[in-house]
């Protein structure tokens, strides 16, 4: 399970960077697709995010873990932030923290994700999808895991948005799960 996170982590990220090799960087000419921006564009090229969220997940499994004990979990609340970058209006990459307990370690899961987005006019609403992965430090230590989901923004202005989005996780060690975020996101 490890290999295939890891190969699709980074079949991902290699074709994000064959898509910005294409980009010819020195020009400044925002004439190109991925590229057509302008000042007033709600979403733009190298938009920097900071988020915060509330959490939830919904699954039902049980873990025997390898000191005997049993471990179940069926779902928790809980919150978190991150930290968004887009190279262009439609491809970002993103870094994420959350906890749904603060019994063990004060973050759970840390995470990251190559995002693509789709601004939709002027509306200020961007429906997006992402995949990535991260490592889970409860309630298994050493337990990485893959995620994909959908979600959707909505801009008030250039700097202030909320967004929603769910998504599907598998882990190593204790299976899959929902879970779904709410928040809002400040944008520089």
């Not at 294409?22 to 921006?37: E, I, R």
């Not at 509330?54 to 049980?62: C, F, L, P, Q, R």
């Not at 930290?83 to 899961?109: C, K, M, P, Q, W």
Request: net charge negative.
């Amino acid at each position: 399970m490890k290999t295939k996170i890891i190969l699709a982590a980074a079949v991902l990220f290699y074709g994000a960077g064959a898509m910005l090799q294409a980009q010819d960087m020195t020009t400044t000419n925002n004439s190109h697709w991925w590229n057509n921006s302008s000042s007033t564009d709600l979403y733009q090229a190298y938009d920097v995010s900071l988020e915060a969220f509330g959490m939830g997940t919904i699954n039902e499994h049980t873990l025997y873990h390898l000191s005997g004990s049993r471990i179940q979990r069926t779902g928790h609340l809980g919150a978190g932030a991150g930290l968004e970058f887009f190279f262009n209006r439609y491809i970002g990459i993103e870094a994420e923290g959350f906890s749904e307990t603060t019994h063990n370690t004060f973050v759970n899961d840390a995470g990251g994700n190559l995002v693509f987005r789709w601004p939709i006019g002027d509306t200020g609403l961007a429906p997006y999808a992402f995949g990535g992965g991260g490592h889970e430090f409860y309630p298994v230590s050493d337990d990485n895991y893959g995620d994909g989901g959908l979600g959707l923004e909505y801009r008030f202005t250039r700097c202030i948005g909320v967004f929603a989005d769910a998504r599907f996780v598998a882990t190593e060690h204790t299976g899959t799960y929902a879970l779904g975020r709410l928040g809002v996101k400040f944008t520089f």
